[in-house]
Structures are given as structure tokens and as C-alpha cells.
Antibody
């Protein structure tokens, strides 16, 4: 069974960049879709985007929520079986629990999730 | 963007009772591309139903999903103590993927 674990700074200053890594065990990131989702009391659950890699075609793709597109980037680190999130120019509105999650097993649903990490944006 | 509206906000029920949760979409969700999750405090959401009506692995048959287009329903036939949680719907038929605001099923 695949397991995911988020890691990264829990406190980020306004205007700086939030950086998180998701480590995947029990499965390869060379298939399925790898997502970031966040949850806050004010905004509820919000999908940030996904990154996808196909081992058979060597095709790599990202797809971001248009609301965050200008500030988001995601990368795959194949050798580490990890993927990452960078969110630029953060404000207090970006304070949330950030989850990494896998989709593609139950179609577009997120079948596997990390435990989540609370990231606070504050000076 | 498809906006999902869940109702009611809270359901207060006793174990053994049935529950009906609603998820309405602001526009049609293509190909029944809708998931239901349950979430307990301090845990990530867990898939209950996907494809609007298919149970995820390990989900008991007291859970059922139905609907199409703009109206979807999650039904729990007889509530067990472990079913008391917050339930969310999520559509994956169009980008961006979006979630509903949740229905809390609490013990009466």
C-alpha cells in the first residue's frame, strides 16, 4: 500500500516561497497523478494541482488550479521517489494544512493521502 | 469552475438510523465524475464512493452513491459509530477539481 509523507518548513514569512516535499513509499511515482491539496477553515478543501509522469511514454505534465497558477510550480524527483510544491509570494490566506495525494486509482479521486502538514504564513 | 453545494450542513442522527447527504453542482458533472469522502478529526479524507456510485475498496455496502448531472446523493443505510464524520463531495469531470463544503454527520 502506497504511503505519502509531507515535509518542509511549518512557518513561512509573507511574500516568501512555501516549499514542501512529499516522499512516496510502497509505490513508484512513475505512474499515477501526484497532487497537492490544502485545507483551511475559511477556504475548505482546495486542489492546488498535479504532476504526472508516464514511464512508458516518458511524458511529463503538470496541471495547476487557475486560481493559483501564477504562483505554483511542482517537480518530480525520480531518484528520491518524491515530488515537491513551491508556492510563491505567500500571504496569510495561504495558511492551511497541506496534503499530498495520489489520484488515478479511483479515477480522479484522491485514493492515498499524506497525514498533512500545517503551514502558517506569518512574520 | 464547478461549484459544489452540500446539504444539509449538519445531520444529527442516532446509530442505526439512515442518512441522506446531497451534493449539487453549479453545472453538469461529466461522466458521473464525482467522489465522496469521509474525514475524521486529524485525519485526511478517505474515499467512500467514486464514479458517483462505485464503492471504494473496503467500504461496507451500507454506503451507496447515486445521481448524475447536477445532483448527487450519498446514502448510509444504517449508521454505525465509525460513520460519524464530515463527508465531502468532489468533482473531477472538469478543471479545476473542486470540493463541496462538507456535511457533518454527528451523533444525536
Amino acid at each position: 500500500q502506497v504511503q505519502l509523507q509531507e515535509s518542509g518548513p511549518r512557518l513561512v514569512k509573507p511574500s516568501e516561497t512555501l516549499s514542501l516535499t512529499c516522499s512516496v513509499s510502497g509505490g513508484s511515482i512513475r505512474s499515477y497523478y501526484w497532487n497537492w491539496i490544502r485545507q483551511s477553515p475559511g477556504r475548505g478543501l482546495e486542489w492546488i494541482g498535479y504532476i504526472f509522469y508516464s514511464e512508458s511514454t516518458k511524458y511529463r505534465n503538470t496541471h495547476y488550479n487557475p486560481a493559483l497558477h501564477s504562483r505554483v510550480s511542482m517537480l518530480l524527483e525520480m531518484s528520491q521517489n518524491q515530488f515537491s510544491l513551491q508556492l510563491k509570494s505567500v500571504t496569510a490566506a495561504d495558511t492551511a494544512v497541506y496534503y499530498c495525494g495520489r489520484s488515478g486509482f479511483y479515477e480522479g479521486g484522491f485514493d492515498s493521502w499524506g497525514q498533512g502538514t500545517l503551514v502558517t504564513v506569518s512574520s | 469552475e464547478i461549484v459544489l453545494t452540500q446539504s444539509p450542513g449538519t445531520l444529527s442522527l442516532s446509530p442505526g438510523e439512515g442518512a441522506t447527504l446531497s451534493c449539487r453542482a453549479s453545472q453538469s458533472v461529466s461522466d458521473n465524475s464525482l467522489v465522496w469522502y469521509l474525514q475524521k478529526p486529524g485525519q485526511p479524507p478517505r474515499v467512500v464512493i467514486y464514479g458517483a456510485s462505485r464503492r471504494a475498496t473496503g467500504i461496507p455496502d451500507r454506503f451507496s452513491g447515486s445521481g448524475s448531472g447536477t445532483h448527487f446523493t450519498l446514502t448510509i443505510s444504517r449508521l454505525e459509530p465509525e460513520d460519524f464524520a464530515v463527508y465531502y463531495c468532489q468533482q473531477y469531470g472538469s478543471s479545476p477539481l473542486t470540493f463541496g463544503g462538507g456535511t457533518k454527520v454527528e451523533i444525536k
